[in-house]
Each structure stands twice: as C-alpha cells, then as structure tokens.
C-alpha cells in the first residue's frame, strides 16, 4: 500500500530512499490522472446511483406527467389523455420495481451487463409513452398547445438528464425518443417557426447531452476519490496500529533497557571498584616492591582499564536516565566563573603533558547562576576535556565566561585545534557518534561527551552550539537563558513622611528608621506590596 510503501522507503539509506520516493510518487500521479477514467468496479456504484436517483425521484416524474396531462386535456381528448397517463405510471411502476430490487438481487452470478439491459429496456418504454403525448395533440392547430408540448418535453429531458447522469447510454435512450417526438410533430407543419423549433429541439438535446458527459466524468472522478480515502483510511487505520504495537515493543524494549542498566551498573562497579583498588595496591607497592617491574606496568595498566571502563559506565547511565528524564537536577546559586576555573585547574596536568595553554577570559560582573553544580561541572569537563583531547601540541585554548544583550551567560571553550567538518557535526552531537578526527586519533574516546553536555543544557533550558572551522579550531558554547542568573534585586526606596519616618544618618554613618515596632512592620509590607 502507498503509506506503507512510503514509510518503508523513509526507513532506508538516503540514497535508497529515491528510487523507492519515485516509484510511490510515481503510483500516486498515475492514480490522479486515471481518476476520471471508467473502472470495471465503478460499474455497479454507477448503477447503484441512478437507482437511488430513482427512487428518490419517484413521485416527482407521476405528479410532473399528472401537470402536463392536466393542462393537454384543455385541447385533447380527455380519453386519450388518461389512458397515455395510465400506461405512463406502468411503465414507471416497472422502472421503480426494477430499481427497488436492484439492491437485493445484485449478485455476482447475475452480470451488470443484464441488469444494464433491463434498466434501459424500461427506461426506453418510458420515454416512448412520453412520445404519445406528441401524438395525441398532432391535429390540434393551436400554437400555444406546441409550445407547452415542447416546453413540457423540454423540462422532461432535462428532468432525465439529471437524474441519471451517471449512466449517460440510460439516458440517451430514454430521451431520444421524445426529442424525435418532437422533431417528427414540428417536421409535418412544414412551415418555418415549426422547423426552427425542430432544430432548436436538437439543439438543446445535443447541449444537455454533453452537460451529461461532463456530469458523468464528474460522478466517477469522485467514485474515484471516495475509494481512495476509504484506502487511504485503511492504510491509516493500519499504519496506527503498527505504530501502537511499535510503541508497545518500543516502551517494553525501553523498560527493558532501564531494568538491565540498574541491574549491571551494580553487577559491573562491585567487582571494577575492587579491580581499580587492588590494581592501586599492587601499582603503589604498598605491601612491598614487586620481584618483577614487569608486574608493576600490568598493574598501573590494570588500573587505568578499569578507571576508563568506569567512566564509559557512568556516561551509559547518565546519558540514559537524562534520555528517560530522570536525572533529577540539584538546582542552587552557584559561581560560574569559580566551576570553570576549577575544571581547568583539574585538566591543567594533562594540558601541559602536551604543552598546551589554557587561557581565561572571564567577565568581571557575572551574577551566580541557578543551576545544578554537578551538571555544569560535568559539561565544563567534557568540553574542555574534549578540547585538550583533539588539539595538537604546542596549541592553544581559551575558557570564555560572558553575557549577551539578553542577559543570558555564556561559557566559551574554544580550541586551536584541527576543526571539525561542517557535516560531521550533527554526528557528534549524537550518542556514539565520533568525527573523523577521533577515529584518527588514539584518544578517540565513547562519543557520550558532547550528547550527555547536550541533553543536561536542555534540563537547564538552554542550548549547546558547535561551532568548528578546518584548520582553525572548535568553538563550543554553552548558553545558559536569562532567567537563571541571579540578578540582584535593587533597593526599596524610602520616603519622609511624618515626624516618626525619617530616614537619616547617625554619628556612625549608618542608615536608621526612627519608626516603631508596629509602623515598622506596616512599612515593610507596604514596600513588599509595591515591589510586587
């Protein structure tokens, strides 16, 4: 089906999406401009439709012919007329019956070839007795008598025409006979008016047959469309439930994941603490040197396994509890400018293993920041880490703590290294994601940092942005929004009024309130009422 045809191409590469994307566009295109065209299954609703015309219509057509038989017995025989109206309601009566069982008889052993046949059959027997009105007036010679009969007829084929516009051959020759009817009758005056009403009889069946054709193109055009949005309801209808049971696997696959990362975090750290611990006893010889140098190297290699599959633990279960959201941040008024210089002074070993420097520009009036310290300290380490990490010897890097126009601050840590190429970078941005650079490099790490920095500024409402040129260096920045900072509030004015509210200075320079108990505390509610 076309939906799910659709969402298995978008499931594949980009490259193997195309074909796939062409192919359905292609199918949708071709199921648009064949829509107007007749289809063996639109048979039956064609004819489905005109019978309920019919039956809708079926007093309409008797009490029309009762006003034309009324008005022709003015200047027919009153006799001739009844009986031309009785045969009228017969063949009307056979035409209704036919279409009344249409509904319950339709089978597929009974083709629609038959059934067409009979509907015309009565269809045509309707419309000749319609012709007999023609006939039964022929020797009158009043104008006006001809001019009823061929507006009465000409109202009649329209009538038709309208009703049953989704079987146009139906209509052809259920009409034809009156409109040769009236052809004939004008034919044998042999005078002008006569056959100018002739033509314009033509004329007028002609026209009205080709709104036919146009209606009918119309009726299956929307056939066609009904059918394609009760497919496309199914497809829909379908699709939801795959997406439910997808849903349903997706969040047991996820409770999954949650119950196994609680069960080997604890099943992993008992015996790497006691791995690093021992591994840390044996490498620092504390219960004597070791008869082999040898062992000491396995020990301190031991130790540092250890160190690093702990780490890569906790970034598994930190990057999943922020995925999950439940990594519960500490929130309080903290320094950033004191968070980032504390990171640096913790990597500043490593940096100057590699002669890098580390440079700080911090700015000088930055207020305290409500955020969780740990998330901050652990973004600040990452990128910095990062950065100490894929700069070369000899380079530069530069912590920059400022605030924009909006009051939002902003931690900088950019680098002097190679850069990162401009569509690599939403690959680092996600989880297990590395550069090119990284698989170059010995340090080439989990590719958890930068994800884990992005998710915790998201819980802080802000935003990480990565900025790298070739060859010049990465810029990453960590945009705290301008509520969190911590702006202090300005002072409450005073003003004199009164001999007991008087706001001055004493011998030691202090501000006093010469108020008492009570006024005092109606005063300081007041102020807190105006600042609010």
């Given amino acids: 089906m076309a939906l799910q045809s659709i969402s298995e191409s978008f499931s594949q590469g980009p490259r193997a999406q195309k074909p796939a994307r062409d192919h359905t566009v292609q199918q949708v295109r071709d199921r648009l401009v064949n829509s107007s065209k007749l289809k063996p299954e639109y048979q039956h609703d064609l004819l489905l439709m005109f019978v309920n015309n019919e039956l809708g219509a079926k007093f309409t057509m008797p009490l029309f012919a009762l006003v034309v038989a009324l008005a022709a017995s003015f200047w027919a025989p009153f006799e001739q007329i009844a009986i031309w109206y009785v045969c009228l309601l017969i063949t009307k009566m056979i035409l209704l019956i036919l279409c009344a069982n249409f509904p319950k008889e339709m089978s597929p052993d009974i083709p629609l070839t038959q059934w067409r046949m009979k509907l015309a059959t009565a269809e045509f027997l309707h419309g000749t007795i319609w012709m007999g009105i023609i006939t039964i007036s022929l020797k009158v010679s009043d104008p006006s008598a001809h001019m009823f009969i061929f507006a009465s007829i000409v109202v009649m084929i329209c009538m038709r025409m309208m009703f049953a516009a989704s079987v146009p051959q139906i209509v052809a020759i259920g009409t034809l006979p009156m409109t040769a009817g009236l052809v004939i009758r004008f034919a044998l005056f042999n005078e002008p008016f006569y056959w100018a009403l002739a033509a314009l009889a033509i004329g007028v069946h002609s026209y009205l047959f080709f709104l036919v054709r146009g209606l009918h193109a119309n009726v299956i055009s929307m056939i066609n469309f009904r059918a394609m949005k009760d497919s496309l309801i199914a497809e829909i209808e379908e699709a939801k439930a795959l997406s439910d049971e997808g849903r349903r696997q997706a969040e047991a696959a996820n409770l999954a994941k949650s119950r196994f990362l609680a069960t080997m975090s604890h099943e992993l750290r008992t015996p790497l603490n006691a791995i690093i611990g ?78 890098l420097k580390i440079h700080e520009e911090f700015h000088a009036t930055l207020p305290r920041l409500w955020a969780d310290e740990r998330a901050v300290r652990q973004m600040c380490l990452n990128i910095l880490g990062n950065a100490i990490k894929f700069t070369p010897k000899g380079g530069n890097i530069w912590i920059i703590l400022d605030k924009d126009h909006e009051g939002r601050q902003i931690l900088r840590i950019r680098d002097s290294g190679p850069g990162i190429p401009k569509e690599e970078i939403p690959i680092v941005l996600q989880s297990f994601g590395q550069g090119s650079l990284a698989h170059e490099t010995a340090e080439g790490g989990t590719g958890l940092g930068l994800p884990i920095v992005q998710g915790l500024m998201k819980m802080h409402g802000g935003e990480l942005q990565l900025k790298s040129v070739l060859r010049k260096g990465t810029e990453v920045s960590l945009i705290f929004p301008a509520n969190r900072s911590m702006n202090p509030m300005p002072a409450l004015p005073v003003e004199n009024s009164g001999a007991k509210k008087r706001l001055g200075r004493g011998s030691d320079k202090t501000d006093y309130l010469d108020l008492s108990p009570e006024d005092l505390k109606k005063y300081i509610d007041q102020r807190l009422n105006t600042a609010r």
């Fill in 278 to 355: 021992f591994s840390e006893v044996m490498k620092s010889e504390i219960f004597g040197p070791h008869a082999n140098v040898t062992y000491k190297e396995y020990s301190q290699d031991i130790h540092e396994s250890g160190q690093h599959l702990l780490n890569l633990i906790n970034e598994i279960l930190d990057l999943s509890r922020i995925e999950a959201g439940r990594y519960n941040l500490n929130e309080e008024g903290i320094e950033l400018a004191g968070i980032a210089d504390d990171c640096q002074r913790l990597l500043r070993i490593r940096a100057e293993e590699k002669g």
